[in-house]
Nanobody
Framework: QVQLVESGGGLVQPGGSLRLSCAAS????????MGWYRQAPGKQRELVAS???????RYADSVKGRFTISRDNAKNTVYLQMNSLKPEDTAVYYC???????????????WGQGSQVTVSS
């Protein structure tokens, strides 16, 4: 099994910054993609940012220029640095990883437990 443990959420004022971390542990051979999704009340879960094992990154248009995703492959950890936060960034943020656990099976997708990020004055 694989566990994703998130940390770093909280309450911040508009214009502030937060850094989310997500560490993967367990039976892991390779993680091809790690990413962050978010879900606001009454809305669908959406991709915020992702990064693959070659450090290719993707961002939602709404966070480009404000958020930065990075990963430490040695630690199986992904980070999301969030700057210039806006009230509309308020959501539960979920970490996701596509993990290879065995050479005889395909990659499996795992999710973190979710971290609340609230942007409010």
């Amino acid at each position: 099994q694989v566990q994703l443990v998130e940390s770093g959420g909280g309450l911040v004022q508009p214009g502030g910054s937060l850094r989310l971390s997500c560490a993967a542990s367990g039976s892991i051979i390779h993680i091809i993609v790690m990413g962050w999704y978010r879900q606001a009340p009454g809305k669908q879960r959406e991709l915020v940012a992702s990064i693959n094992s070659g450090d290719y990154t993707r961002y939602a248009d709404s966070v480009k220029g404000r958020f930065t995703i990075s990963r430490d492959n040695a630690k199986n950890t992904v980070y999301l640095q969030m700057n210039s936060l806006k009230p509309e960034d308020t959501a539960v943020y979920y970490c996701n990883a596509d993990v290879l656990q065995s050479y005889s099976v395909a990659y499996s997708s795992y999710w973190g437990q979710g971290s609340q990020v609230t942007v409010s004055s």
